[in-house]
């Protein structure tokens, strides 16, 4: 049986300037029209497909056209987002840091080329 071992702080992204987080950056100066193409796919694809780690109760809204983003946060072990974030890549371009986008990248291709190994699920057969 797995022990419970402490997770190390998980580093937020996505998480927008506000009254009530001051001093955070605003998405508006993230917005690059340019970004697209197979890199941007991947990247919204790995920002859906995260584990869910906390609901809220009420929806986040989009600093940017005002839609209702979601209510969850969402993380891969190393990063913590808003379940809203993908809207801002997919529809507003908003290209998040080099060092996230290397890691999600990087993410997604291990997880593609890693050998797969059926033998512990055949134990149950």
Request: hydrophobic share 35%.
């Amino acid at each position: 049986m797995p022990q419970n071992v402490p997770m190390a702080n998980l580093r937020w992204i996505g998480l927008w300037h506000s009254d009530e987080h001051p001093g955070l950056p605003h998405p508006e100066t993230w917005v690059d029209p340019a970004w697209g193409g197979w890199e941007k796919r991947e990247v919204e694809y790995y920002l859906s497909s995260g584990s869910l780690g906390r609901a809220w109760m009420g929806y986040s809204e989009c600093r940017l056209c005002g839609q209702e983003n979601g209510a969850g946060e969402f993380t891969d072990g190393w990063y913590v987002w808003p379940e809203g974030l993908v809207h801002y890549v997919k529809a507003h371009s908003v290209k998040l840091p080099d060092e996230f986008l290397t890691h999600a990248l990087a993410r997604r291709r291990q997880i593609e080329e890693a050998p797969r190994d059926e033998s512990w699920w055949r134990t149950f057969a």
